[in-house]
């Protein structure tokens, strides 16, 4: 005897939307788009100045949307506010491009803390001084893999994701476990997240860089 009849045709669009809620009750969360910058720079992103203005621009490179960041002794970056639990949303991904990596000197002296590209997630405190910041950059010497403190505070730990000019001139994807760098670098789990910013700079050495950023995302946890 059948338990189940097989169901007409008025049952399939109720059958097909269960189908689908049970999708995406499977797939979890979706990612966390921060800018594909299709549409320019979406509200939001805000400017944090060092030394000067880089000037940033949206733009189609090579085919894709992207936002082009041109630096003459300068540094300045943009970030963008974004709340999120770095358990549930670990990895950090991104494209970017250089015209050329700098060389200006040691990148762990304040002399030398000159990026052609650097894209980073920021931690809040409370306190100021207690902000901490994971960097990935795009190094001139320092080789791929290397993580040191910035050389103005020890509360921003640089990681090299890039290096040199192996690699310059055409576009890169990346993906980091941004929890697992974050307990690499400070020896503890990171409390939430509360922005994530892009940033070349020039203003130590005094040189020149041009660099593209692509689409900026954050992924749950697989």
Known sequence: MRLF???GRAWLPAIGMLAVA??????GPAPILVDDFV?????GWAEKSFKGHTLYT???E??????RAESR??????YFPVEFDPKSFPRVAWSWKVAHALSPGDERTKAGDDYAARVYVVFPSKWFWQTRAIN????GRQSAGAIWPNAFTSNAMMFAVESGNAKAGRWVDEERDVRADYVR????????AGAVAIMTDTDNAGGEATAWYGAIRLLPKE
């Open 5 to 7: 009849k097989r169901p």
């Open 22 to 27: 049970a999708v995406t009750l499977a797939s």
């Open 39 to 43: 549409s320019g720079l979406r509200p």
């Open 58 to 60: 949206p733009v189609r």
């Open 62 to 67: 090579d085919g894709r949307p992207a936002l």
């Open 73 to 78: 002794a300068s540094a300045s970056g943009l």
């Open 136 to 139: 990935y950059v795009w190094a």
């Open 185 to 192: 670098a400070f020896g503890e789990e990171p409390t939430g």
